[in-house]
T-cell receptor, first 117, second 112 residues
Framework: GAGVSQSPRYKVAKRGQDVALRCDPI?????LFWYQQALGQGPEFLTY????????KSGLPSDRFFAERPEGSVSTLKIQRTQQEDSAVYLC???????????????FGEGSWLTVV | GNSVTQMEGPVTLSEEAFLTINCTYT??????LFWYVQYPGEGLQLLLK?????DKGSNKGFEATYRKETTSFHLEKGSVQVSDSAVYFC???????????FGTGTSLTVIP
């Protein structure tokens, strides 16, 4: 597609509920990232995929967070047993090649705004 | 390790004023540097980038020069407009990491 697409844009979940957030990256992009952005803060890294391989999940805050990209394209971020501190914007981003390749640029979706009540 | 530090906000300027938002970085390897802008309710959009020392990135009247000697990538604009009101993020990508590293953001409000 033309840009990174995320759904749902807005999600209100009751505490303890499971949620799934979807990301459609730009077609042909090898790298896919998930970031978490709290109100008034910068994006915080959650996890990174190169094609279908999850090469880095060091930013996932707990074992309630799980991400997958089974066919190397669409990705899903799942949060189990949501807590109030999970309320944030979840940003998906993709890039043509690996991080660190000179000039490689990351492109963001508009985010999924999660509120846990 | 890799990290980005940018000036605290918020910044409030009158229309047509000069803008500087400071950004310094720490990186291993050879980083590429970026400025992203986030308008209210939207995702981050690439504003400009530079890939090696002394490169200047520019877009929409904004400029930033990659200064290796001072490890800086300050954002400047000669004459801001109300439509420039947004949050600006400095970022880096290094060949020693699996992610793009972001600063905490600087909120800019331009008043008529």
């Amino acid at each position: 597609g033309a840009g990174v697409s995320q759904s749902p844009r807005y999600k209100v979940a009751k505490r303890g509920q499971d949620v799934a957030l979807r990301c459609d990256p730009i077609s042909g992009h090898v790298s896919l990232f998930w970031y978490q952005q709290a109100l008034g803060q910068g994006p915080e890294f959650l996890t990174y995929f190169q094609n279908e391989a999850q090469l880095d999940k060091s930013g996932l805050p707990s074992d309630r967070f799980f991400a997958e990209r089974p066919e190397g394209s669409v990705s899903t971020l799942k949060i189990q047993r949501t807590q109030q501190e999970d309320s944030a914007v979840y940003l998906c981003a993709s890039s043509l090649t690996q991080p660190g390749v000179s000039g490689n640029t990351i492109y963001f979706g508009e985010g999924s705004w999660l509120t846990v009540v | 390790g890799n990290s980005v530090t940018q000036m605290e906000g918020p910044v409030t300027l009158s229309e047509e004023a000069f803008l500087t938002i400071n950004c310094t970085y720490t990186a291993t390897g050879y980083p590429s540097l970026f400025w992203y802008v986030q308008y209210p309710g939207e995702g981050l959009q690439l504003l400009l980038k530079a890939t090696k020392a002394d490169d200047k990135g520019s877009n929409k009247g904004f400029e930033a020069t990659y200064r290796k000697e001072t490890t800086s990538f300050h954002l400047e604009k000669g004459s801001v407009q109300v439509s420039d009101s947004a949050v600006y993020f400095c970022a880096l990508s290094s060949n020693t990491g699996n992610q793009f590293y972001f600063g905490t953001g600087t909120s800019l409000t331009v008043i008529p």
